[in-house]
């Protein structure tokens, strides 16, 4: 009897183990894995960090106007990557020498939605400061072009509260292309104040939000790319 309740007491044993061990549970149903639908197609954006390499643009003491331009562009670029459906693409991440046109055709190869150049501007009077946004003066008024330069212009004074200095138009390289294109003018190196901000991290990474901002909006706006979820996000405010 002694040895008959020794072996009960195995199998119980057993039993439990394969129990706890889950070898009697049911297969789990086999579950196709699960892949994110894109909300829409992938728009391309070239953003020109103005300058570079032998060019310097402005130069103000030791500060380069090429290297403050590189530097809110590879902003933008982070800020830019995170929104979906947005696809980055810079004319250069590094301090070289691009021609004007190579970046214009850069961005007909990609078929970018939009073409945004980044400058910091300079003048004689170190009073004078504030953002402007140009567009070139051969677009026809129904160019969206405009759109995307008052988008852009309105979200980036807001976030900077620098003093808004407005869109305007001139001759500019942008006539060699078709596409949305606008040259932003985001601060003035020559004013110390200014060139102090700028110079910034902190201040860049408002630069490069309100211009984002403004590029969201003009693709919004322009019925390019919607974002519910970004309007949601923010309370619907703009
Ligand atoms: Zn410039």
């Known amino acids: 009897m002694k040895k008959i309740g020794v072996l009960l007491l195995i199998v119980a044993v057993v039993l439990i183990s394969l129990l706890v061990a889950g070898v009697f549970k049911k297969p789990l149903p086999v579950v196709p894995p699960v892949v994110a639908e894109p909300k829409g197609p992938v728009i391309a954006i070239v953003l020109d960090p103005g300058h570079g390499g032998r060019d310097p643009g402005a130069v103000v003491g030791d500060v380069l106007e090429k290297d403050v331009n590189l530097a809110i562009v590879k902003r933008m670029k982070a800020l830019a990557e995170v929104e979906p459906g947005l696809n980055p693409i810079l004319t250069r991440t590094a301090d070289v020498t691009v021609d004007k046109l190579d970046r214009i055709h850069l961005a007909e190869e990609v078929k970018a939605a939009l073409y945004l150049s980044v400058h910091t501007n300079a003048f004689d009077d170190p009073e004078v400061h504030g953002t402007e946004t140009w567009v070139d003066d051969t677009r026809e008024p129904d160019d969206p072009s405009w759109l995307l330069a008052e988008s852009v212009q309105n ?63 003009y693709l919004d706006a322009a019925g390019i790319l919607g974002y519910p979820d970004a309007t949601a996000a923010t309370g619907g405010s703009n």
């Open 155 to 217: 979200a980036l004074a807001a976030a900077t509260e620098a003093r808004d200095r407005g869109v305007r138009s001139q001759e500019l390289y942008l006539h060699h292309t078709k596409l949305p294109a606008v040259s932003v003018e985001v601060g003035f190196l020559t004013c110390p104040e200014e060139r102090a901000k700028l110079l910034d991290p902190a201040y860049q990474d408002q630069v490069a939000c309100g211009i984002l901002k403004g590029i969201l909006d």
